[in-house]
């Protein structure tokens, strides 16, 4: 029997048959539900008017207000950011520059309003040219890239340079708004720098003393492109990794620098020598000059003491010609033959044998000083002749003997 027939007491296959302890159905469920929740979240739905009568809505719009709060929290939350020492913060507004942070705790309205962009400007950066330090980039033997490093220089020869360039961001915002690329940027402008410099320049040069020099000029000419370009980039240094002539021609390089070598070797010694030489040299001809000045003081110093005696001398000789020409004469010989070995002996009447002492006589006498004007002349012929012993009756008188006799007269 079907339960909407007479008899069939009109229920439902649903609603269990009358029996009241079975399970509650899916519209009551519902509600009991909305009723807990409106409860929670301070519903009116507890004051025995039925659901749809006291809540009219009001639990499921504070659902809504209360998670739409939870998200905007969580969404301004993200907007907290840290810049760590040596960092700086870059902030966009839609893309458009806004400020720059410090290190230290910092906020911003969240993405996708504001975002911020973190840049390390303590940071040594570096970039490499004319050759690779890591294996994984294509090289020669050598670790180098010939097609960075082979350049042409002022005498038409070929040289491979590598250098080395450290920089650093000095302003945050040019380096990020400025320049797409910065290090592709920096390593194109150090080539066209470095081609520059090397072209202007010899192979020798480059090789051998103008190396600082052409790093200083290479890192002032890329600081001053970099500047024109307003990238925000500091180069700090500039380092010649390696420079030598290509690998085809480097035996024959070498002979050179040796050949090189030795004739600098040889110009240092013979500049040795001539220290040591030159100096000696101008030492004696100083003493030279020296003694010629000394033999020149003392010769004019005799010629004037000569001059005034002779002066003095013929002033005595005015007053008394005969006394003074007798005293000249005595002296002159006196200074004659006190210079020789001649012994002079008067033997007129005399009977006693004498001794003389001839080998005693004729010994050299000590050097004196010369004598002057005539008796110097005087001197001179005097010793010129031989030793000889005179035995003249009527030289002179027996006070002026030279020698002695056996009884010591």
């Known amino acids: 029997m079907s339960w909407n027939e007479p008899g069939g007491d009109k229920k439902d296959p649903w609603s269990g048959r009358g029996d009241q302890n079975g399970p509650p159905d899916l ?10 929740l409106g409860k929670i979240f301070g519903g009116g739905g507890g004051d025995g008017r039925s659901p749809d009568q006291s809540s009219s809505g009001k639990p499921i719009a504070s659902m809504g207000i209360i998670a739409a709060g939870a998200v905007v929290l969580l969404w301004g939350l993200s907007g907290f950011y840290i810049v760590d020492e040596g960092n700086h913060g870059v902030e966009t507004r839609f893309g458009k520059y806004t400020a720059i942070t410090q290190s230290g705790l910092h906020w911003h309205i969240p993405a996708p309003i504001e975002q911020v962009t973190i840049v390390n400007v303590k940071q040594q950066r570096y970039i490499e040219v004319g050759y690779r330090s890591g294996s994984e980039q294509i090289t020669d033997a050598g670790g180098s890239v010939p097609k960075e490093a082979l350049m042409l220089t002022k005498d038409e020869n070929y040289v491979d340079v590598r250098l080395a360039v450290q920089y650093q961001v000095k302003d945050a915002k040019q380096f990020i708004f400025n320049i797409v690329n910065p290090a592709a940027t920096l390593k194109q402008v150090t080539e066209s720098a470095q081609r520059g410099v090397i072209g202007s320049s010899t192979m020798d040069f480059v090789l051998t003393e103008g190396r600082s020099e052409i790093v200083t000029q290479i890192k002032k000419e890329i600081q001053e492109v970099m500047d024109s370009y307003r990238s925000g980039i500091q180069v700090t240094s500039v380092n010649l990794q390696d420079a030598q002539p290509p690998e085809q021609v480097q035996n024959a390089f070498a002979d050179a620098i040796k050949a090189r070598e030795d004739e600098q070797r040889l110009i240092n ?22 003694e010629a000045e000394g033999y020149k003081e003392q010769v004019i110093a005799q010629a004037e003491g000569e001059t005034s005696r ?72 005097a010793q010129a002749q031989p030793h000889h012993i005179v035995a003249d009756e009527h030289a002179v008188d027996r006070s002026s003997i030279r020698g002695r006799d056996t009884r010591g007269r």
């Open 27 to 36: 519209d009551e469920a519902i509600r009991s539900l909305q009723e807990k």
């Open 310 to 381: 002779f002066s003095k001398l013929f002033a005595e000789y005015s007053k008394a010609p005969d006394i003074t020409r007798k005293r000249l004469y005595i002296e002159s010989m006196e200074a004659v033959f006190s210079e020789t070995n001649t012994v002079m002996v008067d033997v007129k009447g005399g009977n006693n044998m004498l001794y003389l002492p001839l080998d005693k006589m004729i010994q050299p006498r000590p050097f004196s000083q010369p004598a002057s004007g005539a008796a110097q002349t005087a001197t001179d012929q």
């Open 269 to 290: 010694e013979a500049e040795a020598y001539s220290n040591d030489v030159v100096p000696k040299a101008r030492g004696a001809a100083a003493r030279k000059m020296q």
